[in-house]
């Protein structure tokens, strides 16, 4: 039997479609765009001002588009077979849970995952002005990974709870709000409150948003410090 069957019939799919070659090209070309936009208007500027304003806008945007990865594509992908009653269908076969889930996973996030892989090699052209560190970068191409991963797995994990799909996706918008906002809006209140003394790490590690501020080296070499 083939490892991960539906995982495999998947990428052969996806390899046929053209969508797949589109959405590759559009993202690289979109944030391409953005980029020269952004270096235009800041000519006047020093190189080092230049790079870190391009590698600012770049990776928050690509963070971004990753965080809400999981609203869009995977939220409604286990509930949408609930639905039509065809879920059951598939456990009849030899399949296990995992096969399952993550065949699903490549099924709906697969184009999503290409677009990410298409940019991360151009988060790394404001290396060539020289205001960026190699360091930063490699932290960054994590961060956005591990923040894509994570948007679709929670995505995954609420559609295999719920079966609206309006309901699917409201909830897994308002977890990742509550991970990546409120969770360090609490930390941050209770610290200006007196209740602690600073704002705990405990309330800031969930925060994909905590993770994007500590892939920069300052933040990076005081953390370790």
Do not use: H
């Not at 020269?36 to 304003?53: C, D, H, P, V, Y």
């Not at 609206?164 to 409201?170: I, N």
């Not at 969770?183 to 704002?199: E, R, S």
């Amino acid at each position: 039997m083939t490892f991960l069957p539906i995982v495999a019939r998947e990428l052969r799919v996806a390899a046929r479609r053209p969508s797949t070659y589109r959405v590759r090209s559009g993202a690289a070309l979109v944030l391409i765009l953005l980029g020269t936009w952004l270096f235009l208007m800041k000519q006047n500027e020093s190189r080092q001002a230049i790079a870190l304003g391009l590698f600012c806008m770049s990776t928050g945007g690509v963070v971004l588009y990753c965080l809400l990865s999981g609203v869009r594509y995977t939220s409604d992908c286990l509930s949408e077979e609930k639905r039509e009653g065809t879920l059951g269908l598939l456990f009849l076969t030899d399949l296990k849970g995992y096969d399952v889930v993550l065949g699903k996973l490549v099924a709906t996030s697969l184009n999503g995952f290409y677009a990410v892989l298409a940019v991360v090699p151009i988060l790394a052209l404001p290396l060539l002005l020289g205001g960026v560190a190699p360091g930063e970068f490699g932290r960054m191409a994590v961060v956005v990974v591990n923040t894509l991963f994570f948007s679709l797995a929670l995505g995954m994990c609420v559609s295999a709870l719920s079966r609206s799909p309006r309901k699917a996706m409201a909830m897994t918008f308002l977890l990742i709000l509550l991970f990546t906002a409120l969770l360090p809006a609490c930390g941050a209140w209770l610290a200006l409150a007196g209740k602690t003394q600073q704002v705990s790490k405990a309330w800031l590690l969930p925060s994909a948003g905590f993770s994007y501020y500590q892939a920069f080296d300052v933040p990076y070499k005081l953390g370790k410090a």
